[in-house]
């Protein structure tokens, strides 16, 4: 059997020559090349969607600003990461993200470890120039294995891919558009799936606090009086 070499394409990223593989997206190429590109949603053994926008980049000849995980390189590709318009563009997408997020930081346990805290920092993003509707939900708390803060998901889908790809359990979905976009289970209803014992792998992928571990009951109670019935 005869192996045909994969074809070497040039392009050009800040100004500097660079080169990547047929089949390589820009995102893959900046990365292999030292080149930071923010993103939420990107996680190199999952499906790339686009969903975040957050590593949107500058190509020339393109009338708009394009996702960086999920457009493929071409020969002579000339491409700008964080030119003026692709930073601006990006604080705003970041900004929209934390106006409609209902999370409260300082009580978050995953605060420390938030992807899109740590994106807002490095962009140097504030309080939130837009007043918008925020998402709320009601905490999710009926499984054993995952509790779910819907007011505090990002719409990344990661942990539909996670779940989907590497579980293959096929737990969440999608359901609504727009601004009531949801992450659901079947119906739109609570998560309490048997399958999820020992598997967690939807919280480890999750960018903010949206799905995290149930305290155990020894936690829940650690610190309160001991009380003995007579």
Known sequence: ????????????????????REGMTILEVAKENGIDIPTLCYIPELSPTGACRICV?????????????????????????????????????????????CGFCMICEKANICDLRKIAADLEVGLPRFETEKRFYQIEDVSPYVQRDMSKCVLCWKCIRACREIAKKNVYGTAYRGFDAKVVVDCDQPLNKEVCRDCGICINYCPTGALTRPKKLGEEKKGKPLVISS
């Open 1 to 20: 059997m005869m192996w045909m070499d994969v074809e070497n394409i040039t392009l050009t990223i800040n100004d500097s020559s660079v080169s990547g």
């Open 57 to 101: 980049v500058e190509v020339e000849g393109s009338r708009a600003l394009v996702a960086a995980c999920h457009t493929p390189i071409a020969q002579g590709m000339v491409i700008r990461t964080h030119s003026p318009k692709v930073l601006e563009t990006r604080k705003t997408i970041v900004e929209l993200l934390m106006a409609s997020h």
